[in-house]
């Protein structure tokens, strides 16, 4: 039925008793199903205690849904998949583009064929509540067919005017819809009917701005209200200094879209939850407008997906943890979401191993967990998988009194700076270089091609991969190192994030507002630890290089002299003096890329470079005039500079010396304290350390396995010794209920674990 033709809808509403859409009240033609009247427990909304989701998926086929008995799949989601929490599907997601189609009675909306009168929503809700369980309609926001947007010219557009979706289809058919055109009005009107069902909220699967749009009529229009300027730039001119206003103005215009629809849902119901897929960080933030901070406000959860896929290249086995940390920065309660399937092989069900440990990572990093399976996939007698989530579905329902209202107590934290993922264009042409593989074939060493002085977009691009590398490489140099982390966002350079944070680590967060390098300065003049790499606060919050002589001096430098030639070829660093574990003049591979600068008259010189080489099976040239890492005191506590991005080395190259370099100095910076967690266990086990109040938990995942990805099995892990700082008298495995004895050691306290298999979880009172 054509959305704009409401007064049938209405019609029906008065007949049914309705008076329009008041607040606090449902509406539908239809009647509304029973809705979960659970009462809070603790003052805490359902959704700010331990969230376990899931989704059935049946692509384009939902016979084996609406032929099941219903009671006893709500009884299954219980009982075997250990959740609390499912989406139904209210419109489809499958071939050609079918979003504008429901899986649910409304008079205003086109139902998807062959369903009859069959309500997807309405007949299995009372089932789910019946077992406690909470049920989320799934919407499908972001792929249309063509036939629909030729009737609904709402198509997001490129700058030739031709629409993203013909030129790009979407799952190879398929288009999208802009969220400044008229379909927003049909958007909110959709979610309004979905919500008359009874459900206990949404989560949207989109929309998305998609790279190089939109151009529309409507966002022109809108671009010019809040620019002043009657044109739009060309997607990603980094010449044009309007790119970096609509750029803004794309992530403003998601965050504009959720807010409205965020109002609608009050509207209707004022205890349902939003939100939607897109909270990852990345470069990729830039292209797709993402911004989790900016949408925080108008979403119940900060989700996102961290599906494994397949891959030529190295695949970090903590790349779920990682996200996990970086949701649940914010206040909302975050979620991942894990994927049942094998990559791009939807029915072929991910190994055990992959499953439970992506699960252990998700609550480990203080999110929630999600998972799909695809209906034809479940075959209970044969799929691993399936009883990797049955275990991992128990032990995680035991552990809730442990986990709800846990925070992170990581004495350690990174900023993830989504401004430096918007904005950062290094000033320094000489990164563009193509430094190979490294690999030596028939005698010949792939060391790349000669030096590219690259134009602005080359240059982005390289600067983006440096940041997204280096990133990363904190995360997982961190938890190699079983340092315990927390992840936050440029917002959160505040006296109160920084609170029982004893080191701030700068992955390369070039793109700094001066009120936040004030906040760093006065954080570690009152006694923290900085690790600063690379062109850390070197330009402005909108990437603008900017001339900072007191931050430099405040980092160690006295100026910044202009970059060395990237080089992954017999280039080298040593230290001046032992760090850590480290001796003095171990000959440490060079990072790929590398400031030239000047030490302060007041800093310590603790590494200096080699001189550049750059060729195979050369000889060193000796130590040069340049230093590698900078130490300086600077108030009451130490800054840490490294000139390099150490981290995107360690992503990149996986090598030791690189993630013990970064340990000693984040000790170092720590001060008399020292590290929060000593362990004698390999880097395959990650250490987090989480609170409530009156008990630290220490959790523990093992993702030593078979020396690959997919993981097939893991090996288990026999009596590991490690030291914390808390304060308690016992100790309790929650997995296998062992008791543990504790030691005090060097202001830590000291245990054993005797067996750690995916997960293990020590409570400490």
């Known amino acids: 039925m054509n959305f704009h033709k409401r007064g049938l809808a209405r019609f029906f509403c008065r007949l049914s008793g309705c008076e329009g859409l008041k607040k606090n009240r449902i509406h539908s033609a239809y009647p509304m199903k029973t809705r979960c009247t659970k009462k809070k427990e603790d003052g805490?909304?359902?959704?700010?205690?331990?969230?376990?989701?899931?989704?059935?998926?049946?692509?384009?086929?939902?016979?084996?849904?609406?032929?099941?008995?219903?009671?006893?799949?709500?009884?299954?989601?219980?009982?075997?998949?250990?959740?609390?929490?499912?989406?139904?599907?209210?419109?489809?997601?499958?071939?050609?583009?079918?979003?504008?189609?429901?899986?649910?009675?409304?008079?205003?909306?086109?139902?998807?064929?062959?369903?009859?009168?069959?309500?997807?929503?309405?007949?299995?809700?009372?089932?789910?509540?019946?077992?406690?369980?909470?049920?989320?309609?799934?919407?499908?926001?972001?792929?249309?067919?063509?036939?629909?947007?030729?009737?609904?010219?709402?198509?997001?557009?490129?700058?030739?005017?031709?629409?993203?979706?013909?030129?790009?289809?979407?799952?190879?058919?398929?288009?999208?819809?802009?969220?400044?055109?008229?379909?927003?009005?049909?958007?909110?009107?959709?979610?309004?009917?979905?919500?008359?069902?009874?459900?206990?909220?949404?989560?949207?699967?989109?929309?998305?701005?998609?790279?190089?749009?939109?151009?529309?009529?409507?966002?022109?229009?809108?671009?010019?209200?809040?620019?002043?300027?009657?044109?739009?730039?060309?997607?990603?001119?980094w010449r044009d200094p309007l790119w970096k206003r609509f750029a803004d103005f794309r992530a403003d215009s998601w965050a504009r879209f959720m807010r409205d629809m965020r109002a609608v849902v009050r509207h209707a119901n004022p205890e349902a939850v939003l939100f939607l897929n897109g909270g990852g960080f990345g470069s990729y933030n830039l292209l797709f407008g993402y911004d989790t901070a900016r949408m925080e406000d108008h979403q119940t959860f900060n989700g996102s997906e961290e599906f494994f896929h397949c891959s030529d290249g190295f695949l970090s086995p903590y790349r779920t943890l990682h996200l996990a940390r970086f949701l649940s920065a914010g206040k909302n309660p975050g979620v991942v979401f894990t994927n049942h399937g094998l990559s791009t092989w939807h029915y072929t069900p991910l190994p055990a191993a992959e499953l439970s440990t992506a699960l252990a990572q998700t609550v480990a990093g203080g999110s929630n967990t999600w998972f799909a399976i695809f209906h034809e996939a479940i075959k209970k007698d044969s799929n691993e998988a399936l009883t990797a989530l049955n275990d991992m579905g128990q032990f995680l329902v035991d552990c809730d009194p442990f986990t709800v209202a846990d925070h992170t107590v990581a004495e350690t934290a990174a900023l993830i700076s989504n401004q430096t993922a918007y904005y950062y264009l290094s000033r320094h042409r000489g990164l563009c270089r193509d430094v190979g593989s490294g690999r030596e074939v028939g005698l010949v060493v792939d060391q790349g091609g000669a030096q590219r002085m690259g134009d602005l977009k080359e240059r982005r691009e390289a600067s983006a991969q440096?940041?997204?590398?280096?990133?990363?490489?904190?995360?997982?140099?961190?938890?190699?190192?079983?340092?315990?982390?927390?992840?936050?966002?440029?917002?959160?350079?505040?006296?109160?994030?920084?609170?029982?944070?004893?080191?701030?680590?700068?992955?390369?967060?070039?793109?700094?507002?001066?009120?936040?390098?004030?906040?760093?300065?006065?954080?570690?003049?009152?006694?923290?630890?900085?690790?600063?790499?690379?062109?850390?606060g070197m330009y402005n919050e909108w990437g603008d290089p900017v001339t900072r002589k007191p931050w430099l001096r405040f980092l160690g430098i006295e100026r910044v002299e202009g970059v060395f030639l990237p080089s992954r070829t017999e280039d080298y660093m040593t230290l001046t003096t032992p760090l850590d574990r480290i001796p003095a003049g171990t000959l440490i591979p060079r990072p790929v890329n590398a400031l030239g600068v000047r030490a302060a008259h007041d800093a310590e010189v603790l590494a200096r470079y080699f001189n550049p080489i750059n060729k195979a099976y050369m000889q060193p040239k000796g130590v040069s005039d340049y230093p590698a890492i900078l130490m300086a005191r600077r108030g009451k506590g130490r800054v840490a500079y490294v000139a390099s991005p150490l981290f995107e080395s360690f992503s990149r190259f996986r090598i030791d010396v690189h993630k013990d370099l970064a340990r000693a100095?984040?000790?170092?910076?720590?001060?008399?304290?020292?590290?929060?967690?000593?362990?004698?266990?390999?880097?395959?086990?990650?250490?987090?350390?989480?609170?409530?109040?009156?008990?630290?938990?220490?959790?523990?995942?093992?993702?030593?396995?078979?020396?690959k990805r997919p993981m097939g099995r893991l090996i288990p892990l026999h009596d590991v010794s490690i030291a914390v700082r808390a304060q308690a008298t016992?100790?309790?495995?929650?997995?296998?209920?062992?008791?543990?004895?504790?030691?005090?050691?060097?202001?830590?306290?000291?245990?054993?674990?005797?067996?750690?298999?995916?997960?293990?979880?020590?409570?400490?009172?």
């Open 466 to 536: 440096i940041l997204d590398h280096e990133n990363q490489g904190c995360l997982d140099a961190c938890t190699y190192a079983h340092v315990p982390l927390r992840v936050l966002w440029d917002e959160h350079l505040t006296p109160e994030k920084l609170r029982g944070v004893k080191v701030l680590t700068l992955p390369n967060a070039a793109c700094l507002s001066n009120g936040q390098l004030e906040m760093i300065d006065q954080f570690v003049r009152g006694g923290g630890g900085l690790v600063a790499t690379f062109e850390s």
């Open 44 to 237: 805490l909304p359902w959704w700010r205690k331990p969230v376990r989701m899931m989704r059935r998926d049946y692509i384009s086929d939902f016979s084996p849904f609406l032929s099941s008995d219903m009671d006893r799949m709500a009884r299954e989601a219980k009982e075997l998949w250990r959740v609390n929490c499912e989406w139904v599907m209210a419109t489809p997601g499958c071939a050609p583009g079918t979003a504008h189609l429901t899986l649910f009675n409304s008079p205003q909306f086109d139902k998807m064929p062959g369903l009859g009168s069959r309500d997807l929503l309405r007949e299995y809700l009372p089932h789910a509540h019946r077992h406690g369980i909470r049920v989320l309609a799934y919407v499908n926001m972001h792929w249309y067919s063509y036939d629909f947007a030729k009737t609904h010219p709402w198509e997001q557009l490129l700058e030739d005017g031709t629409a993203y979706g013909r030129k790009h289809p979407l799952y190879g058919g398929g288009t999208t819809l802009c969220v400044n055109s008229p379909w927003r009005d049909w958007a909110f009107e959709l979610v309004r009917e979905v919500l008359c069902t009874g459900v206990d909220g949404c989560f949207l699967d989109g929309p998305v701005m998609y790279p190089g749009a939109c151009y529309c009529d409507r966002c022109r229009k809108l671009f010019q209200k809040v620019s002043g300027s009657r044109r739009l730039p060309k997607f990603g001119d």
């Open 665 to 707: 100095l984040i000790r170092m910076t720590a001060g008399h304290g020292g590290l929060q967690v000593e362990t004698d266990a390999p880097g395959s086990l990650a250490v987090e350390v989480r609170a409530q109040k009156g008990r630290t938990l220490v959790h523990l995942v093992n993702v030593t396995s078979d020396m």
């Open 730 to 765: 016992r100790a309790k495995c929650l997995r296998s209920g062992r008791t543990l004895k504790l030691t005090r050691k060097d202001g830590l306290i000291c245990f054993r674990v005797p067996l750690i298999q995916d997960y293990e979880i020590v409570a400490l009172t």
